[in-house]
Structure formats: structure tokens, C-alpha cells
């Protein structure tokens, strides 16, 4: 076991890009605990590195001698840096007693950046500011500075400045970490109480989670329980994390370990419960737990429906290591047999469906991203709906509610008119508008979430030429004046094209619907009308004329192969088409509404 007053664990706070892989890096290397040849160590899944986003967050220990002679265990928590988890980041937080605020000097504080910080602050970390990417020509420390000074109300001497590409400044890093941060409090022989604070999925043993001791200790073989999934479990194994695992016997509080027990399921390990003791549990769970709830849902459909079993598998296979993935089988009468799946957010649902597309190699087609709505009837009674066609008759419906959010947005003041515009359009308010320093504003909205799902962040990057940063956090259910807006194909609807949009723009967005349709659907061996609907009331529509479509026609001659290739080009065209009645409906239709101008 370890000794209380040598352990720091901290985490690393920083926007995307902003350094923090290399800067984390260095101190793995400057403390031999990675000997590094190339590339970056803490990301492991391939789609993660592509992204340049931490999708899971890890825990790394290092031992570290300092300056003072005497040599600290620190354990460095991964936080995932992207919005959609923002749960998973506090709970990352809440196992640390110190964090480094890492800020690229040559871009300042981002809005991402500051809502993690405030969730540090609030668990009352010690925050250490790091300005980073010193090395770099465009650096502006001293502006940089004033901005953290604002921010946290600290002083300048407090203001590290390093490089992780050159590795200036990385010790006075580690040096900082062991002299501020404090070293974990709790009581050895108190009850086990542990924090989960992450899980990963290994295939060859199962889930393992990563866990701080709050206090107690806890020892291999122990009876442990999960206190808000009230399960229990054998800990098969205990121990520490560096760049393998290794196991011990025993660990105690303030440490950061890692439990392997034999589970099969991400679903029974959820982030931010607490492990005790089966004989002797503590009183209480570690304060904050919540349940992570899908917000965003989309329809995924095989685009051949003898896959559905297949995408079924797929889809289990996916929600063992991601928790938070949640399915369930729909039908519609377009797609036919599909599932409806929750997501955290839109980047969570852009990296399932591009796993299932790599890993499974499942071709499906995703219906338009909505949220969940609550429904009240007239009679009293309430429902989450997750689906625009599963909403009960019109004339049944006393209110909708949707789902709003707190939005921050950090642009340069350029860009306010603009961004403002935007908000506003897609029925925001503004609460707050704040200068941060030099010519940067930071504002703040709320917005429906429905509408950020939609073509928000394209948008928001087009129009600040990429210097607007956006985080969001869910707000509160509010009534919303919301119609369903149907698409009819040749008469029939699409169930899975259905919207629900607001009242006073529904009309106007079925017109654009209809103009995008027939730009997207190819024209076919007869008219297709496309028409918007909002209940028995036809608002907007377009035709599609005919074509006789001859790929061959070009083809003077009989050069036989040339004219196979043409086919098999055709054909493979078609992959991603759906058979709509007697329409022929490609993926992007499905995906029409995000493309709206
Ligand atoms: P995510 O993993 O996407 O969150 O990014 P990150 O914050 O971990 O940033 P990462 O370490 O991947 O660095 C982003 C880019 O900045 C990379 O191209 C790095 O090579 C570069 N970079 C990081 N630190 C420095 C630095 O100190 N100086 C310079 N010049 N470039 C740096």
C-alpha cells in the first residue's frame, strides 16, 4: 500500500488540439515510464487517433523523484474532451485532487476548456495553468496570461510555460504537480468506498473498471458490491495502471487502480458508482452519481433486411464496451425492421455508425438524429417519445415538451452579428454576453437541442471561419409549439422523413425539404411527387420528372466489357438506395434535413 502523503492524482484540461497527448507524453517519459519511439501513448483505438479526440478516458501512474528527494506515485486521469461526454469528464474530476489547465498560446482559452475547469473548481481541484506550444512562432503567452489571470483570478508567477514538443518547461510541470496539488485525504480503515470513475472493455477479460479509493482498502478476492446496481462481484483481480496492467494484493485510499471481476456486460458498470465491501459496505455511495441518458436518437436500418439479425449482433456487441448506447427495435413502413438508438450526442452517433461500418461492416441507413420529447395528453397522462412517428394523434396531445440546453460560444467579436443571427434562427435566447479579454466574447444561449442536431455546427464553423467554440450542457424540458411535418412520396408518406418542427417555421422548412428531395432523389422512370404535409394539410411541393435512364446508351459499339463495367458501376451506385413504395430513395434523402441551406 502506498503512503497517503506521496500519492497526487490529477487530470489534464484542455480544448482539442490544444496539446495535451504530447505535453502527457512527456511526463510519461521524463518519469521513465514510457521510453517513447513514436507516436502518442494515451489513445489506443485507431478511430480515436483519427479524430484527435480522447473517446475514453484512461489512468496512467508514474513514479516520479523530486526535486526534494523523495520519490511521489503520481496517477494521471484522462478526461475525455469532447461535450458529449461531459459526464464521463466529471467523474474523472471528481478523482482528482489537482488538475493542469493546458492552454495552446497560440489560440487562448476555448469554451470547452472553461466548462471543464469550472467542474474542477467545483470539486476543488487545484488548478495549475499551463501555457502550452511555447516553442511556436505565433505564441502570444503574454495574452494568454492576461486571459488565465481573468479566468481563474490567479497570479502571473503561477503560469507555467512549456512545450510538449521541445520538453521545455515539463519538469517544472511535474515539480508543480507534486509541491500543489494535495495529496488524497480519507481513512484506511474507514468502509471501502471507491469511485468508479471509467470502464473499458478488454475481450479476453471482460470489463475492467478503473476505480479511486475514497477510503478503505480494498484486497484481491475481496466480496465487493456495486452500490446503485446493488451487484456483487469477486475481485478477481486488483491493481495499478501503467503501461500494462499490474496486479497487487492490496490497495488503499487515495489510490487509482484498476478491478477485474469477471464481468461480461458495460451495462452493469456504470461511471460514478461506488465499490464496497459485501461484509462491511459503507453507509453512503459517493455523492453525484447520475444515470447517462441518451438524448439524440436516430433510426438505423439494414439497407438489405436479411441483416437485420446481423445489425442486432452488431449493435449487442457494440453496447458491451459503450454503456451508453442504447437500441431498440423499430419498424417503419419505409425502411421496414431497424432499430431506433440513443446517443449521447451527434459525435457519439457519428462514431457508432462509423464502427459499424469498420468493424462490422454493416450497411445501414440512419434516419435524420431527432431528441426525446416529452408528450402530456389531455387526459393527465405523460410520454417519452423518441420517435416524430410515434407520436400519439394530434388531437389527443395537450403539450410537447423538448429538451433545451446552456450553450457557451467563444468566437472573436467579428463574428457576434452572425453567430447571433444563427442562435436566434434556430429559436435561441441570449442570456449572457461577456468580453473575455483583448477582442474575444464569450456568450451564452439557451437553445432547443432539437435544433442543434441539426446543421448547427457546420453552420457555426462556416460562418466564424472556424473561431467559435461550442460546448453545451442539457438544461430542462420546456413546452414547445411542435408539429409533425410529413413527407409524401408519390402520395405516400415516409414515415421515417417525419419532423418534428416548430410551429411557425414548419411551413418554410417543408418547402426547403421538398426543394432538397428533389435535388437528392434521382429522377426515375416516372414523376415522383414529393410533397410536405402537416397532418391532412399539403404546404409545400416538387416534382421529380421522368427520365429514361440508359447507362448503356454511351456506349456506341459493342465493346461488351466496357458496357459490364457500367453496370456493375450502377449497381454498386445503388447500394445505399431504399425501395420506397416504387421510388428508389438514396441514404443522403434520409439525411436531407441536416443539408437544409
Ligand atoms: P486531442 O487528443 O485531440 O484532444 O488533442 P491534444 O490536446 O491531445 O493535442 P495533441 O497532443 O494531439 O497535439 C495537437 C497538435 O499540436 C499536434 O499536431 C502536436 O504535434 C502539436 N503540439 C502539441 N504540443 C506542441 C508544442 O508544445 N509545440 C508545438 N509546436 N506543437 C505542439
Excluded: W
Excluded at 201 to 224: C, H, L, M, P
Excluded at 342 to 360: S, V, Y
Amino acid at each position: 500500500m502506498e503512503n497517503i502523503n506521496k500519492i497526487r492524482n490529477f487530470c489534464i484540461i484542455a480544448h482539442i488540439d490544444h496539446g495535451k497527448s504530447t505535453l502527457a507524453d512527456r511526463l510519461l517519459e521524463k518519469t521513465q515510464t514510457i521510453k517513447i519511439t513514436e507516436g502518442q501513448m494515451l489513445d489506443d483505438m485507431d478511430l480515436e487517433r483519427e479524430r484527435g479526440i480522447t473517446i475514453k478516458s484512461h489512468a496512467i501512474q508514474m513514479e516520479y523523484k523530486a526535486n526534494d528527494g523523495q520519490t511521489y506515485i503520481l496517477n494521471l486521469i484522462d478526461t475525455p474532451g469532447h461535450v458529449d461526454f461531459s459526464y464521463e469528464v466529471s467523474r474523472s474530476i471528481a478523482a482528482c485532487e489537482g488538475a493542469l489547465l493546458v492552454v495552446d498560446a497560440t489560440q487562448g482559452v476555448q469554451a470547452q476548456t472553461i466548462s471543464n475547469l469550472y467542474m474542477a473548481i467545483e470539486h476543488d481541484l487545484e488548478i495549475i495553468p499551463v501555457i502550452n506550444k511555447i516553442d511556436m512562432p505565433s505564441a502570444m503567452p503574454e495574452e494568454v496570461e492576461d486571459e488565465i489571470v481573468d479566468l481563474i483570478g490567479c497570479k502571473r508567477e503561477e503560469i507555467l510555460r512549456a512545450s510538449g514538443k521541445t520538453g521545455e518547461g515539463v519538469e517544472d510541470v511535474l515539480e508543480a504537480v507534486v509541491n500543489r496539488v494535495p495529496h488524497p485525504e480519507g481513512d484506511n480503515k474507514a468502509p471501502l468506498q471507491a469511485l468508479i470513475f471509467d470502464s473499458v472493455f478488454n475481450s479476453f477479460r471482460g470489463i475492467i473498471a478503473y476505480f479511486k479509493i475514497e477510503n478503505g482498502t480494498i484486497r484481491k478476492g475481496d466480496k465487493v458490491k456495486f452500490f446503485n446496481t446493488g451487484m456483487e462481484y469477486d475481485a478477481d483481480e486488483i491493481g495499478v495502471l501503467k503501461m500494462d496492467m499490474i496486479a497487487r494484493n492490496e490497495l488503499g485510499t487515495g489510490e487509482v487502480g484498476y478491478i477485474i471481476s469477471g464481468i461480461k456486460n458495460a451495462t452493469e458498470v456504470k461511471v460514478g458508482d461506488t465499490i464496497t465491501h459485501v461484509a462491511r459496505p459503507c453507509e453512503k455511495a459517493i455523492a453525484g452519481f447520475q444515470e447517462v441518458k441518451p438524448m439524440v436518437f436516430a433510426g438505423v436500418y439494414p439497407i438489405d433486411p436479411s441483416d437485420y439479425e446481423n445489425l442486432r449482433a452488431s449493435l449487442e456487441k457494440l453496447q458491451l464496451n459503450d454503456a451508453s448506447l442504447t437500441f431498440m427495435p423499430e419498424s417503419s413502413v419505409a425502411l421496414g425492421f431497424g432499430f431506433r438508438c440513443g446517443f449521447l450526442g451527434l459525435l457519439h452517433m457519428e462514431i457508432i455508425q462509423e464502427r459499424l461500418d469498420r468493424e462490422f461492416n454493416m450497411d445501414v441507413i440512419t434516419t435524420v438524429p431527432n431528441v426525446s420529447y416529452m408528450v402530456y395528453d389531455k387526459q393527465g397522462g405523460e410520454k417519452e417519445v423518441h420517435n416524430p412517428s410515434g407520436l400519439p394523434d394530434p388531437t389527443m396531445i395537450d403539450h410537447i415538451e423538448e429538451p433545451y440546453i446552456r450553450a457557451t460560444i467563444i468566437t472573436s467579436c467579428d463574428y457576434i452579428g452572425p453567430i447571433m443571427k444563427l442562435c436566434l434562427d434556430k429559436r435561441g435566447e441570449l442570456i449572457k454576453q461577456e468580453y473575455v479579454s483583448g477582442n474575444r466574447v464569450e456568450l451564452h444561449f439557451m437553445l432547443p437541442l432539437g435544433e442543434i442536431v441539426i446543421d448547427f455546427y457546420d453552420k457555426l464553423k462556416s460562418i466564424s471561419k472556424g473561431y467559435a467554440s461550442f460546448d453545451y450542457h442539457i438544461d430542462s424540458f420546456r413546452p414547445s409549439d411542435l408539429v409533425k411535418l410529413d413527407i409524401l412520396l408519390n402520395g405516400e408518406p415516409v414515415d421515417a422523413l417525419s419532423t418534428l418542427t416548430h410551429r411557425e417555421n414548419a411551413v418554410a422548412f417543408g418547402r426547403r425539404m421538398c426543394e432538397k428531395l428533389k435535388d437528392l432523389i434521382p429522377r426515375q422512370q416516372f414523376d415522383i411527387a414529393i410533397q410536405a404535409a402537416i397532418g391532412a394539410k399539403i404546404v409545400a411541393r416538387e416534382t421529380i420528372k421522368q427520365v429514361r435512364k440508359d447507362v448503356t446508351a454511351k456506349c456506341y459499339g459493342g465493346d461488351v466489357s466496357r458496357k459490364r463495367k457500367l453496370l456493375e458501376k450502377q449497381k454498386k451506385g445503388k447500394k445505399r438506395m431504399k425501395q420506397i413504395g416504387n421510388v428508389e430513395v438514396p441514404q443522403k434523402a434520409f439525411l436531407a434535413v441536416l443539408k437544409l441551406d
